[in-house]
């Protein structure tokens, strides 16, 4: 594989994902979930390029006050919370704070389920394996959180497929999903927009437009499948 790093952009980054996950698979009726925002581009190039479903998993990072960048937990989907106990408890933050981030993040979460989904419903996840991926693991607590809800959706297997994570972040992930798929683990990560030459904010419109792409190239090849 020919790795550029940092990487270009979110485009390439999931060019290379997806040929990392190609010589990892058969990856029979896996479905491919992105991490909204940045983690849609990613997956979406990714999901492109294998043939595989793609839709939305809604995570939300709860930041800790007064350092919204620093994760003390996320929330998913599915009512799931996790929380980074150390961080809880070295910022000696109160239940009663974490209860207001988490329902500020709820009501943010349930507005994107809206903007992105609208009236279609979510994709069918028992007995699939889910292919997790974000445009890359700092802290790792929103893919601690979509693991969970992969898991409590039944999914026969979770693996965490994502360009440039943190080593230890990485280390602890391999616990809890079934598979972690990392290009570039670096001790020191600094920030994932690091390992970005373009690290732009993804906005609604594009994961909307990408989901749209992505779900109607899956009903086209649904449909054909039906015909022959």
Known sequence: MNLTIPFPDRVHAGRALAERLASEGPWDDALVLAL???GVPV???AASRLGLELDVLLVRK???PGHAELAMGAIASGAVRVMNEDIVHYAHVTTATVDAVAERELQELQRRERVYRGERPPPSVRGRPVILIDDGLATGATMRAAIEAAKLLGAAQVIV??????LDTVERLRRQADRVICLFSPQDLVAIGYWYQDFGQTSDREVQELLRQAWSANRTNNDGERQA
Not at 161 to 166: I, S
């Open 43 to 45: 997956a979406y190039e």
């Open 36 to 38: 909204p925002r940045g």
């Open 62 to 64: 709860l930041g800790l």
């Open 161 to 166: 497929a994502v360009p440039v994570g943190a």
